[in-house]
């Protein structure tokens, strides 16, 4: 097993059924946002699991051909909700990542190209989702976990 030493980078993560949604942008993008968007819309059933990871501190590792993610631990449980503050929610402690969604991106685009949908993290190839500034990425992501091709769900 190769496993390549924790990073630990300025993201939210969400385990989504059986893998994690890695949610990357610049600060006040709106990472935690839609972590607690994908949580809420778990909470209500629209996502059979959703379930914090980490908010604004996630430890990457690649491991045997994955990347997998982990709360910080002086943040585990915890993601802000601006206006409110520190909410502390159950989480789960790793999760492998199977979706990389970037916010406030500049290369997105309406019908993007492969190579705009792909990722390489830590030398770990992953499906990536490139969303615009001042667009509400909740609605792609709902599409792209619902997607009877990708088996998310």
Same mark, same amino acid.
């Given at each position: 097993?190769?496993? =390549?030493?924790? %990073?630990? $980078?300025?993201?939210? #993560?969400?385990? $989504?059924?059986?893998?994690?949604? &890695?949610?990357?942008?610049?600060?006040?993008?709106? =990472? +935690?946002?839609? %972590? !607690?968007? &994908?949580?809420?819309?778990?909470?209500?059933?629209?996502?059979? !699991?959703?379930?914090?990871?980490?908010?604004?501190?996630?430890?990457?590792?690649?491991? +045997?051909?994955?990347?997998?993610?982990? *709360?910080?631990? +002086?943040?585990?449980?915890?993601?802000?909700?601006?206006?409110?503050?520190?909410?502390?929610?159950?989480?789960? *402690? #790793?999760?492998?990542?199977?979706? $990389?969604?970037?916010?406030?991106?500049?290369?997105?685009?309406?019908?993007?190209?492969?190579?705009? #949908?792909?990722? &390489?993290?830590?030398?770990?190839?992953?499906?990536?989702?490139?969303? %615009?500034?001042?667009?509400?990425?909740?609605?792609?992501?709902?599409?792209?976990?619902?997607?009877?091709?990708?088996?998310?769900?």
């Amino acid at each position: 097993m190769t496993e =390549k030493p924790s %990073a630990s $980078v300025h993201a939210s #993560c969400v385990l $989504v059924g059986a893998r994690g949604l &890695l949610i990357r942008g610049p600060s006040g993008s709106g =990472k +935690s946002r839609l %972590a !607690f968007e &994908l949580i809420n819309t778990g909470d209500t059933g629209g996502l059979r !699991f959703a379930r914090l990871v980490a908010d604004d501190r996630v430890h990457l590792t690649a491991t +045997s051909g994955r990347l997998l993610a982990r *709360p910080d631990v +002086s943040l585990a449980g915890l993601i802000e909700v601006r206006g409110t503050g520190l909410l502390r929610l159950p989480y789960e *402690p #790793c999760a492998v990542i199977g979706l $990389v969604v970037d916010l406030s991106a500049a290369d997105s685009s309406r019908l993007p190209a492969r190579a705009q #949908c792909e990722t &390489l993290i830590d030398g770990i190839s992953l499906p990536r989702l490139a969303v %615009a500034s001042g667009v509400t990425p909740l609605p792609a992501v709902m599409a792209l976990l619902n997607s009877p091709k990708d088996g998310w769900l």
